[in-house]
């Protein structure tokens, strides 16, 4: 079955430096893979979407990469800020016939100031 | 002000009573999603409807149970057959993709169950 990876421990880091989180996954080829950013006891917000035939995505100080061949997904955040500190979802879209998204554990991502 | 609302924000159950869930949207999305978030866990998927009167099972679909009579509305019931029910319950809608797909996924604020 499919299966997505985050690092399940959390990513601390200095205010200013770029935040670089990981999502690996197998036994799947994803057409889409979003990120997707959660504070605690909310909801998730979605940040980006990229697709199979796209390598990078920029939005802002965004930047998320997809290698299919390494069946993986990197998500940057530069000159990163407190206010960034969070979990960070990746979510790939279904299997073949289940139009809905499977999501991974999270990422928490900790900017000291 | 469009969005996704969930009520109510916490809930509590006894052992062995049905609960129903909240879900609304007026951003007039086709698709609409539950899941469940344990502590430290990633999202686990319920059910799911892509239109009014259809809906799908999930990965965690046992105890559960759901309704799509409305566009607006998707309401989760969490049954006395669900034997761990004390989790975060989050809803979601979207844009139903076009030949396969998925767009965003915009969600509610959750609903955080506690069954004593």
């Known amino acids: 079955s499919q299966k997505i990876e985050q690092n399940s421990e959390a990513l601390n880091i200095q205010e200013g430096k770029t935040a670089t989180l990981t999502c690996n996954y197998t036994n799947y080829s994803p057409a889409y893979l979003q990120w997707y950013r959660q504070d605690p006891g909310r909801g998730p917000v979605f940040l980006l979407l990229i697709r199979e035939n796209e390598k990078e995505k920029r939005k802002e100080r965004l930047k998320v990469t997809f290698d299919t061949t390494l069946k993986q997904s990197l998500f940057h955040i530069t000159a990163s800020q407190p206010a960034d500190s969070a979990t960070y979802l990746c979510a790939l879209d279904g299997d073949t016939g289940r139009r809905a998204l499977t999501f991974g554990s999270g990422t928490r991502l900790q900017v000291q100031p | 002000d469009g969005g996704i609302t969930q009520s109510p924000k916490y809930l509590f159950r006894k052992e062995g009573q049905n609960v129903t869930l909240s879900c609304e949207q007026n951003l007039n999305h086709d698709a609409m999603y539950w899941y469940r978030q344990d502590p430290g866990q990633g999202l686990r998927l319920i059910y799911y409807?892509?239109?009014?009167?259809?809906?799908q099972k999930g990965d965690i679909a046992e105890g559960y149970s759901v309704s799509r009579e409305k566009k607006e509305s998707f309401p989760l019931t969490v049954t006395s057959a669900q034997k761990n029910p004390t989790a975060f319950y989050l809803c979601?809608?979207?844009?139903?993709?076009?030949?396969?797909?998925?767009?965003?996924?915009?969600f509610g604020p959750g609903t955080r169950l506690t069954v004593l």
């Open positions: 979601a809608s979207s844009i139903v993709a076009l030949a396969g797909g998925h767009n965003e996924q915009f």
């Open positions: 409807s892509q239109i009014v009167n259809d809906f």
